[in-house]
């Protein structure tokens, strides 16, 4: 089960933003923020960490930030 809620937080990790839609800058720095995060989740001992580490990730970055506040403000 933890190995499957791993993949799944990975995956909503590299779908939670399109990278295409920023400058190249910005592109390096999300790509540098997700890779923390699928190590973080690679790290998470249980599910709660593995919580923890895709939220984190979601705000480790400002336009990462910005894409999850959006939803809030819409």
Do not use: C, W
Request: glycine share 2%; charged share 15%; no cysteine.
């Amino acid at each position: 089960a933890l190995t499957n809620a791993k993949a799944l937080a990975k995956n909503a990790l590299d779908t939670y933003v399109t990278a295409s839609s920023y400058r190249e800058a910005q592109k390096t720095a999300l790509a540098t923020a997700i890779a923390n995060g699928k190590t973080a989740v690679d790290a998470a001992a249980d599910s709660a960490a593995i919580d923890a580490a895709v939220a984190a990730a979601k705000t480790a970055h400002p336009m990462m930030l910005f894409h999850s506040l959006k939803f809030f403000i819409l």
